[in-house]
């Protein structure tokens, strides 16, 4: 591989000081990796713990709609700014470190009245907290920065550990999953602690975080109480399969869901276990680990998937899909040794993710969408950084780039990156978890970084499920010998039974083609589409024909219609466009039709409901005028009539205009301006094929519908497609889409800034290639300009014709303005 140490072309935009920058590098050997975070999000966010991207605004919690259990990552704490500090320090920012922790004494709070999730607030608080004390220590060591700093964040660490302390106070030592910050889990003040259940991983992902805070501080107690939920854990594992189940209750010990695989609800349990002994040096985690994957090897691995099955009959498949978190996994084998199946699923990942752009929350077997968001999740970067550091095998950078490439193209937009609502579609979620700075941004720079771009060595230090650093030398502090180990008399140590050390790569594959012949076939698998089963064809002798199934059935079809009313099914138009299904066996014209009307009733309900959980593709519509050029990705529902933008390559394109009057229900009175524009309506007083046919009228080329229901939102709520009125539609010729009130806002407040907004229709979200406007490019070609008049400067050269490429492209790596 050409060496990467070669002269380096800065490719940027001009920038905001302060603002969301990430500043591209690309070196002679044509990788690309980050160089630069400047301020994080203290313009748009700070003191919130979130940003929200799409309305450049902080998400504090209880001033926004709820999430569910989403928010109760929010604590009221600056969140983002306590997640991001070691990463400050990793891309050698400490200016800004420092200032950041200043920021987090003087203004940080923990003692709020909010109820917290035990788990998300370990590992991105109390993590980032011990994260950044780390990076401070080491720092003022260096004797350059953070002089004065006198131990302040483990003050803070301590303070809110005892404050998560009173969630272990169980008969089992498992913890409650949630706590008040102030009042604990006792008292009803606490509006906590009547929860029975939590997930495997919200209980035994807290040695490392826990463990590091005793050590750090002198104090056992913290790690004891995660020792002991470790143990526990570990006694209730099914002693046959030797693997735990998903959810546990914190009382009995009973598992409530008795499904086991390597994602969500278990994955950083056995994390947690490798990296106890990584960083604490106790042998007894490493045992109990590879029991554990020994099993997960003989029963969950089917390379290269990963398959959830019961924890009874481990046998048996428990799910045909997998989740987004199984993604870590791979990362997982390597630091166990395991680099072969690691290699396989990894290469499944990848194909996945370049089939939909990124890796869906679920995908199938046939690696289809199952659950179509994507929150910018960093476990697939995580296992493609590790694999790069095993093998060294350039392939990983490539895939590092396809994230990176992905992240600019789809998921940027004018305030930060912005989760995706759909992958199929590229809409989306106004949502950037602190996360996707904690650890996509450390895992993605450490993958491209050279030796020479790190302040420190990052092998003395063991990287949490956060990605915060946590250093090895704690495993060798004088308080480490007051932990007791809790080990029982069954669990002998054999050194016979398991590996103790990483197997020498060099000698593992010495063929440099072997990694490559392994992700041959899969790639291939990947691509195969697999067939769909023959549609249902036998003929029902009650009815005279073949009976209606709920996948066939339109609203808008009359000969449905028909057959819905010899089933006795009466269809009810609502005013908000939806269609309301009655049954009446007594109204069938046969037995047998009745019997064929509650069939179908029940596929139509068993359709709805998976509709809802596979969330069918919706429709996007992308801001694509100044100053979004196509960053801003709104989530729409379809119609059942008119245009159907699945099957236009190119969508429909155009300004907006809101028509008058704004419900469209009667004739638009200002159709010169409605003519040859999108026009936007208001949801209500009539059906939705009035409003099409209203602007159709008046000369629009496509519709948008707001609905009138203020506060609902995409996030919240399933979408679904718009009926017709009952008659014939196929007059309505062009394409009306429908946007949740949030959405709709986003759209009417951009069209109120800059009166000019002109979006795109389409199925999905087209590539945006981030094309440079008119100004930026004058910028450019002045500097251009600047740097011919300083002749013999290779550097100059260099930079010059990195400009001229730039400018004769129609796609740069721009920073977020």
């Excluded at 940027?12 to 591209?24: I, N």
């Excluded at 409530?256 to 947690?272: P, T």
């Excluded at 929150?375 to 990176?404: N, Q, V």
């Excluded at 011919?788 to 790596?813: C, F, H, K, T």
Aim: net charge negative; glycine share 6%.
């Amino acid at each position: 591989m050409e060496s990467a140490r070669g002269s380096r072309v800065l490719v940027a935009r001009l920038k905001q000081p302060c603002s969301f920058s990430l500043v591209f590098w690309m070196t002679t050997s044509r990788k690309w990796g980050l160089k630069n975070l400047v301020c994080v999000f203290q313009d748009h966010a700070y003191p919130a713990d979130e940003l929200m991207p799409l309305t450049c605004r902080g998400r504090v919690r209880g001033l926004e709609p709820s999430r569910g259990d989403v928010d109760d990552a929010l604590g009221k704490f600056s969140l983002t700014l306590i997640d991001t500090l070691d990463t400050l320090v990793l891309l050698n920012k400490t200016t800004e470190f420092e200032a950041a922790v200043r920021r987090v004494l003087s203004d940080v709070r923990l003692d709020n009245d909010i109820v917290v999730s035990v788990f998300e607030t370990n590992i991105r608080v109390l993590g980032g907290l011990l994260g950044g004390h780390s990076m401070a220590v080491m720092l003022k060591e260096g004797g350059q920065n953070m002089q004065w700093y006198q131990d302040e964040l483990l003050h803070m660490a301590k303070d809110l550990g005892l404050r998560l302390l009173p969630a272990f106070n169980t008969s089992s030592g498992l913890p409650y999953p949630r706590v008040n910050l102030k009042y604990g889990v006792r008292g009803p003040e606490t509006r906590t602690g009547t929860e029975t259940d939590t997930c495997t991983a919200c209980a035994g992902t807290i040695i490392l975080e826990f463990a590091a805070l005793s050590r750090f501080t002198g104090d056992p107690v913290f790690e004891a109480h995660a020792r002991r939920a470790l143990d526990f854990l570990w006694e209730k594992r099914q002693r046959n399969s030797n693997l735990v189940g998903t959810t546990i209750n914190i009382h009995s010990g009973e598992w409530v869901r008795r499904d086991s695989g390597v994602g969500a609800g278990i994955d950083s349990y056995y994390e947690y276990l490798l990296k106890a002994y990584i960083l604490l040096g106790d042998d007894l985690f490493l045992q109990r680990f590879n029991i554990h994957y020994a099993s997960i090897m003989k029963y969950i691995s089917q390379p290269p998937l990963l398959l959830d099955v019961h924890i009874h009959k481990p046998l048996l498949p428990a799910r045909t899909w997998m989740d987004s978190l199984l993604a870590f996994f791979p990362g997982l084998q390597v630091l166990k040794g395991d680099i072969r199946p690691a290699i396989e699923t990894h290469e499944m990942l990848y194909q996945v993710t370049k089939k939909h752009n990124f890796l869906p929350e679920a995908f199938t077997t046939d690696f289809r969408v199952h659950w179509a968001q994507h929150p910018l999740r960093p476990e697939f970067a995580e296992s493609t950084y590790f694999l790069y550091k095993a093998t060294g095998d350039p392939y990983y950078l490539e895939a590092g780039r396809t994230i990176l490439d992905n992240l600019n193209r789809f998921a940027r937009v004018p305030c930060g990156f912005a989760a995706m609502k759909d992958v199929r579609t590229g809409s989306h979620e106004d949502r950037m978890d602190s996360f996707f700075l904690a650890e996509m941004f450390k895992y993605l720079f450490l993958l491209f970084a050279e030796a020479e771009d790190l302040p420190f060595d990052v092998e003395d230090y063991v990287f949490t499920t956060e990605a915060h650093l946590l250093p090895l030398s704690l495993s060798t502090t004088p308080h480490s010998s007051l932990i007791s180990s809790n080990r029982t008399s069954e669990e002998e140590l054999d050194d016979s039974n398991f590996d103790w050390t990483c197997p020498n790569t060099r000698l593992l594959f010495p063929d440099p083609a072997f990694p490559r012949n392994l992700r041959e076939p899969i790639r291939s698998a990947v691509d195969k589409s697999c067939p769909r089963p023959a549609p249902y064809r036998s003929v029902n002798p009650g009815m005279g024909r073949p009976p209606l199934r709920a996948q066939d059935f339109m609203a808008n079809n009359p000969e449905h219609l028909e057959l819905l009313r010899r089933m006795g099914v009466s269809l009810i138009h609502l005013k908000d466009g939806r269609v309301q299904l009655v049954q009446h066996a007594t109204q069938a014209v046969s037995a047998v039709a009745a019997e064929d009307g509650v069939r179908f009733m029940q596929e139509m309900m068993e359709l709805s409901s998976q509709q809802q959980k596979e969330q069918l593709p919706p429709r996007a519509i992308q801001i694509v005028s100044h100053p979004f050029f196509g960053r801003v990705v709104l989530t729409a529902g379809p119609a059942q009539f008119g245009t159907d933008l699945s099957k236009s390559s190119t969508g429909v394109r155009g300004f907006v205009a809101v028509a008058e009057p704004y419900s469209g229900c009667s004739e638009i009175t200002n159709a010169e301006y409605i003519q040859g524009h999108i026009a936007l309506l208001q949801r209500g007083q009539c059906m939705f094929a009035e409003k099409a046919r209203h602007i159709q009228k008046a000369g629009a080329i496509g519709g948008i519908v707001i609905d009138d229901n203020e506060g609902s939102s995409s996030d919240t709520a399933p979408l679904f497609q718009m009926a017709g009125d009952g008659r014939n539609t196929d007059d309505v010729t062009l394409p009306l889409l429908f946007l949740f009130h949030k959405e709709g806002n986003i759209l009417l407040e951009a069209l109120k800034e800059y009166r000019e907004v002109e979006v795109l229709l389409s199925d999905k979200a087209r590539d945006r290639g981030f094309t440079w406007n008119l100004l930026e490019k004058l910028i450019a070609v002045n500097f251009m300009l600047f740097i011919i008049s300083s002749p013999g400067n290779e550097d100059m050269i260099a930079l010059y014709s990195s400009l001229q490429e730039v400018i004769r492209s129609d796609y740069a790596y721009p920073s977020v303005m």
